[in-house]
């Protein structure tokens, strides 16, 4: 069993930054891999990014350039900077692990202004 706990949402205007954090605990040592997904209101839920135990990365297109996924393995945790945020990029996001089994966080809503 893996646990993740996301935080860092919040109100930002257009074009700013936030920096999402989601902390994993549990058999970490299991995992693949770890992603992003949001779901906007009325929507279904999308991927962002993914990050492999092995550090491979990969985004949607939709976010490509201006979103990074990272890890530090030290606190075993995984980020996503985003930057030149969109009031369309206003959704709960939500931090998934995988390990043959999907795990998800509760999600941290991120609000942006236009």
């Known amino acids: 069993q893996v646990q993740l706990v996301e935080s860092g949402g919040g109100l930002v205007q257009a074009g700013g930054s936030l920096r999402l954090s989601c902390a994993a605990s549990g058999s970490i040592f299991s995992i693949n891999a770890m992603g992003w997904y949001r779901q906007a209101p009325g929507k279904q839920r999308e991927f962002l990014a993914a990050?492999?135990?092995?550090?491979?990365?990969n985004y949607a297109d939709s976010v490509k350039g201006r979103f990074t996924i990272s890890t530090d393995n030290a606190k075993n945790t995984v980020y996503l900077q985003m930057n030149s945020l969109k009031p369309e990029d206003t959704a709960v996001y939500y931090c998934n692990a995988e390990d043959g089994m999907d795990y998800w966080g509760k999600g941290t809503l991120v609000t942006v202004s236009s």
């Open positions: 990050i492999t135990s092995g550090g491979s990365t």
